[in-house]
């Protein structure tokens, strides 16, 4: 049985359990550890996934539930010294798989639970920008008519400095460039911009898809907070992700400005985690 241990935002936690139950997930427990002592209504939440005739169960735990566990999950928004207090919580009762990050400070945060638990990289993965690239592509999808299964479109980057490749952008097989011109490209960039909102709900979805893929080892390319060892840092790049987390990062051609903007949120992220 696939066993999930949760902590951090009860709002992006429960999202994450509203979520789960609709993806296609064998028998699976999920424990929440509910250091603020919010009000989880284990009841309410079993009954929800039992209307998708769903074999999640949902209790609450501790840390001593890790030990046997495929996945932990980490939400909210947290300082370092919180970060490294829940890694050394789970490392000491025995936690030896996959962290999940869906933090504020996703890359940040990503960044700060490799080096705490010392795990390889690939067990280390963050939501990055799955729901802003998901949203993407519905922008573009609704601009063409088409469904947005048709769509490559690519957000990369830091939450703090958004990076849209187009000239990696494929509409089936076609690039986005003989679909849109410039001018419709730069209005779909400024929509996203100026209503993208990663709420709790989306980020509760996107960790959903991304313990789906895991689980049931989909082996899917997705824009995931993942270590880059050139730089030393974690970034929303395109990646593989299978059963054992990041399989490998996938290098993409990116205009020079792409470039410039890709090294900029790195150097932002090295400044706030002191590299």
Not at 14 to 39: A, G, P, R
Not at 70 to 75: E, G, L, P, R, W
């Amino acid at each position: 049985m696939n066993k999930i241990v949760v902590i951090g935002s009860f709002e992006t936690n429960k999202n994450y359990i509203y979520s789960l139950v609709n993806q296609d997930i064998n028998t699976c427990e999920v424990v929440f550890i509910n250091e603020k002592q919010e009000n989880i209504d284990e009841i309410f939440l079993n009954t929800h996934a039992s209307f998708f005739k769903s074999s999640i169960n949902i209790k609450s735990g501790n840390y001593n539930s890790c030990g046997d566990a495929s996945i932990f999950v980490i939400t909210g928004k947290q300082d370092t010294n919180t970060i490294r207090e829940i890694v050394k919580n789970a490392k000491e009762n025995k936690f030896d798989g996959i962290y999940l990050i869906a933090t504020d400070n996703v890359n940040i945060d990503s960044y700060f639970v490799f080096s705490s638990s010392l795990v390889p990289t690939h067990k280390v993965i963050g939501i990055g920008t799955m729901a802003e690239t998901n949203y993407l592509s519905n922008l573009v999808a609704d601009k063409l008519n088409l469904s947005n299964r048709c769509i490559n479109s690519y957000v990369l980057g830091d939450n703090d400095s958004y990076i849209i490749p187009w000239n990696i952008s494929n509409i089936g097989v076609m690039n986005i460039n003989d679909c849109l011109n410039s001018d419709q490209l730069k209005s779909i960039e400024k929509e996203f911009k100026t209503n993208f909102v990663n709420s709790p709900y989306l980020k509760g979805c996107s960790l959903a898809y991304l313990t789906n893929v895991i689980i049931n080892d989909k082996k899917e390319i997705l824009t995931v907070s993942s270590y880059d060892m050139e730089t030393g840092v974690y970034i929303s790049i395109p990646a593989i992700v299978d059963k054992c987390g990041i399989r490998e990062s996938i290098s993409v051609e990116l205009s020079k400005e792409d470039t410039n903007d890709v090294y900029n949120a790195i150097k932002n992220i090295k400044s706030s985690i002191n590299l």
